[in-house]
């Protein structure tokens, strides 16, 4: 199985401030044939089902703000929050759609400082 | 827009069988660019993938639940189904569904997800 492990696992930012979060897997989610990146980020609020950001490490879901931008490639990945806003608070997650069975981080929650 | 929509039981006894489905609104299952799939959040703990299936019925099992997982779709209510034997109190979790998106098979992140359901095994 492909691991990821996220850092830190919980973090506080000030508003307005930037937020990044750092993911690892255990192998390259590169696959050469596309250049593509196999990654993942998601956000979840409380009471919410997971949303995604992200997809292909880096291009960014229809409607999610300009703020949140994806990094990285091959084993390392970095979801930034430009500047921080109220409604960002909520634990994000990276994952690996490279290989079966797909895989997780163990998600960051972010908070307000 | 595409919705999708978890049912069944929120309490299960152990041993015996967990059974969702998810209902696709908005749009048809019976479409060969997606895979659908679940996903669970245990209390406490990160998301796990539990499996997928593609409108076919080729189904891919997360190996850590593949001996008790059975997914099934059912074109004609627009639905695609979960059963989870001989659970025990570590399934207790929320239950997601969610379409896997892009045009890409089973490869691809989830871009729509259901509100989640939870289940509870006492």
New interface residues.
């Given amino acids: ?1 492909i691991v990821m492990t996220q850092s830190p696992d919980s973090l506080a930012v000030s508003l307005g401030e930037r937020a990044t979060i750092n993911c690892k897997s255990s192998q390259s989610l590169l696959y050469s044939s596309n250049n593509k990146n ?1 990654l ?1 980020w ?1 956000q979840q609020k409380p009471r ?5 950001l992200i ?1 292909w490490a880096s291009t960014r ?1 229809s409607g999610v703000p300009e703020r949140f931008s994806g990094s990285g490639s091959g084993t390392d990945f970095t979801l930034t929050i430009g500047s921080l806003q109220a409604e960002d608070v909520a634990v994000y ?1 990276c ?1 690996q ?2 290989d ?8 960051t929650r972010l908070e307000i400082k | 827009q595409l919705q999708l929509q978890e049912s069944g039981p929120g309490l299960v006894k152990p041993s015996e069988t967990l059974s969702l489905a998810c209902t696709v609104s908005g749009g048809s299952i019976n479409t060969n660019i997606y895979f659908w799939g679940w996903i669970r959040l245990p209390p406490g703990k990160g998301l796990e993938w539990i499996g997928s299936i593609s409108y076919s019925g080729g189904t891919h099992y997360n190996p850590s639940l593949k001996s008790r997982v059975t997914m099934s779709v059912d074109t004609s209510k627009n639905q695609f189904s979960l059963n989870l034997s001989s659970v025990t109190a570590a399934d207790t979790a929320v239950y997601y569904c969610a379409r896997v998106g892009g045009g890409y098979g089973l490869y691809d992140a989830f871009d729509i997800w259901g509100q989640g359901t939870m289940v509870t095994v006492s």
Avoid: N, V
């Fill in positions: 199985d196999y993942a998601y919410q089902p997971p949303k995604l997809y879901e997650y994952q759609y490279y079966t069975p797909i895989t997780f981080g163990q998600g």
